[in-house]
T-cell receptor, first 110, second 113 residues
């Protein structure tokens, strides 16, 4: 089944404790992207990747890192999470103009 | 960048038609997208417009006017399952921003019996 998977789905952590949210797609898509979704603000793009080893900033990259060492994986790294990074995170991949979103990761930073 | 505006909420009756408007700044544009997002779920792709005009796909149609920076999503023969948030998004225009997407805050459509 074609899909985008994210892990973990839910995470509660504390300020400053490094964490990684994984994203994987099995559709051989070149393009992948990370978004955060907050009430009243909609989806905001954090980082995107046009292909392996090619990443670029979205609108809200501060406090986040990404890497794209292989086509299927695009992990999101929070080196030192802060409470303002509490949000719902979505990973997406696409070939052409249709983005396929993962199920989301709900992150709470205390 | 893009400022994308869409209404916060709309209510309509089952079987009716609802039109969700989306306006955006016209600087830097390469495609307008509509996504549907049910509560607690991920967004799913509905439509894509890059040229002016109407694109019809079953009960859903999407319209684009690039000169006016305006799009709408038309939902016909509303069903209860159409109750969801509808997200308008634009993609960057230059080769540097091709992968960049900006979304509106979403329009919550409530379908009543």
């Amino acid at each position: 089944e074609a899909q985008v998977t994210q892990n973990p789905r839910y995470l509660i952590t504390v300020t400053g404790k490094k964490l990684t949210v994984t994203c994987s797609q099995n559709m051989n898509h070149e393009y992948m992207s990370w978004y955060r979704q907050d009430p009243g603000l909609g989806l905001r793009q954090i980082y995107y990747s046009m292909n392996v080893e090619v990443t670029d900033k979205g609108d809200v990259p501060e406090g986040y890192k990404v890497s794209r060492k292989e086509k299927r994986n695009f992990p999101l790294i929070l080196e030192s999470p802060s409470p303002n990074q509490t949000s719902l995170y979505f990973c997406a991949s696409s070939l052409g103009h249709t983005q396929y979103f993962g199920p989301g990761t709900r992150l709470t930073v205390l | 960048g893009q400022n994308i505006d869409q209404p916060t909420e709309m209510t309509a009756t089952e079987g009716a038609i609802v039109q969700i408007n989306c306006t955006y700044q016209t600087s830097g544009f390469n495609g307008l997208f509509w996504y549907q997002q049910h509560a607690g779920e991920a967004p799913t792709f509905l439509s894509y417009n890059v040229l002016d005009g109407l694109e019809e796909k079953g009960r859903f149609s999407s319209f684009l006017s690039r000169s006016k920076g305006y799009s709408y999503l038309l939902l016909k023969e509303l069903q209860m399952k159409d109750s969801a948030s509808y997200l308008c998004a634009v993609r960057g225009m230059t080769t540097d921003s091709w992968g960049k997407f900006q979304f509106g805050a979403g329009t919550q459509v409530v379908v009543t019996p």
